[in-house]
């Protein structure tokens, strides 16, 4: 039998414990009734010395301590209120809150399309924001190999760079042109409400939705669409960052240049051999390799040229530029690395609130995940833009920083001038 007893055993061999806990027993041990012999004990043999038992004592108080504990744990938190950040108020009725809104002056967004990012809101009041997004299909060159039919907002992929700032309110309009029939819609990380404004915007072939959210909070985010299967909508390429500015102003230390780098993934099967023999140079959407998360392509901006060959980004030494990073996934982490440069700050998340990061060289973005970074141009040269996660770089997760200006023997030098990387294949 084991030698672990049961609290309820014991309470039944031994009654409650308000009744034994202050029996004395022998040597510390629960005390025995003697065994029935027939004869009487002998008053004269040695009886072992009573002491106090201890352990009912800490029985008690461990259960005592865990009923404290499951009662305090289930207590009504009273979070303090950050003054950092807007605050919504109380409700305004429906038609007032509206009357409200129409009040505001109007504006329509500016909207870029990868890498360029649009110039800092400088006013200081909210404005009703008009952002109109239409959903498209559009075939584009995903690798060197194959073109694949990407699933858009306005044609790009990623989709168009939204900058607005914490008090506006997003007059967002969504047009499907999605000549293959899905519906579409938004959900947008900035957005507060249920699905994000997914369960307001959703529209079908040919449909028009308008929906307005007033935004409540300062950062970067994501947008994506989220119809049905979300996944493979944001697989083929539906997202896009949006950047919202602080009430007080932009909180960020301006940068001479800022670029607009989003990840994602792209899952195809092999292609279809055509009549001639030979391999269709158009792939499809590939849904066993995206359950097993094994990405045919791994790329920034769309596609592995986006940012190489004859479209770098570009900068000059002595300047800052800031990449406003996101990435859509579906699935896979980025490890964001400029290799041979440093991140003077970070502002993880997207946050913009609290302080950065200061002097790293890698910065880990889940999907449906932001960061922005700030680098210095010291040295000239080309900085290659990676996911350090190293083997997606044969996937096509590469992109090329030409930085132009005199050298800097002082920080970099040799005798030999600058060569490709044979090996890796990188610095042109």
């Not at 009654?15 to 009734?33: D, L």
């Not at 744990?73 to 809150?97: G, K, M």
């Not at 990405?295 to 479209?311: H, I, K, Q, W």
Request: hydrophobic share 35%.
């Amino acid at each position: 039998m084991s030698r672990y007893v049961s609290f309820g055993r014991l309470w039944f061999r031994r009654g409650p414990p308000w009744e034994w806990m202050m029996k004395p027993t022998c040597s510390g041990m629960a005390q025995r009734r003697p065994l029935s012999t027939g004869t009487k004990a002998n008053p004269t043999s040695k009886q072992p010395k009573e002491r106090f038992q201890v352990w009912p004592w800490l029985v008690v108080t461990i259960l005592g301590g865990s009923l404290f504990l499951s009662v305090y744990e289930r207590r009504p938190i009273q979070l303090e209120a950050d003054t950092s950040v807007h605050q919504p108020t109380c409700p305004t009725p429906p038609e007032e809150a509206q009357d409200d809104i129409l009040k505001l002056p109007k504006e329509d967004a500016i909207l870029t399309t990868a890498p360029s990012v649009p110039p800092p809101i400088t006013r200081t009041h909210p404005v009703l924001l008009r952002v109109p997004l239409t959903t498209t299909t559009k075939k584009r060159q995903l690798t060197s190999q194959y073109k694949y039919e990407t699933w858009t907002f306005n044609d790009t992929v990623p989709g168009p760079f939204i900058r607005a700032r914490v008090g506006d309110v997003v007059e967002l309009t969504i047009t499907n042109h999605d000549r293959t029939g899905n519906p579409h819609n938004i959900d947008c990380h900035a957005f507060t409400g249920p699905g994000g404004g997914a369960a307001v915007t959703t529209a079908e072939e040919n449909e028009t939705k308008t929906a307005r959210f007033k935004l409540l909070y300062p950062g970067l985010f994501v947008y994506h669409c989220a119809a049905a299967p979300v996944p493979v909508h944001i697989a083929n390429g539906m997202y896009g960052l949006i950047y919202v500015q602080p009430e007080d102003g932009h909180l960020l230390p301006r940068a001479d240049r800022e670029y607009y780098v989003m990840q994602s993934e792209f899952y195809h099967e092999p292609p279809e051999i055509e009549e001639d023999g030979r391999p269709s140079p158009t792939v499809e959407f590939s849904y066993p390799a995206a359950l097993r998360e094994e990405p045919t392509a791994v790329v920034f901006n769309g596609s592995e040229s986006a940012l190489t060959r004859d479209r770098p980004l570009k900068a000059k030494t002595g300047e800052s530029a800031r990449i406003f990073f996101g990435n859509a996934g579906p699935n896979l982490t980025s490890a964001f690395h400029v290799i041979g440069s440093h991140f003077q700050r970070v502002f993880r998340d997207g946050g913009v609130v609290d302080p950065p990061a200061r002097l790293l060289s890698t910065v880990s973005v889940p999907p449906g995940g932001a960061a922005i970074v700030d680098l210095k141009m010291i040295v000239p040269g080309t900085y290659t833009l990676v996911d350090h996660a190293i083997f997606r770089m044969d996937k096509g997760a590469v992109g090329y920083l030409n930085v132009g200006g005199a050298p800097r023997p002082d920080i970099l030098y040799s005798e030999q001038p600058p060569e490709p990387c044979v090996g890796c294949k990188l610095h042109p």
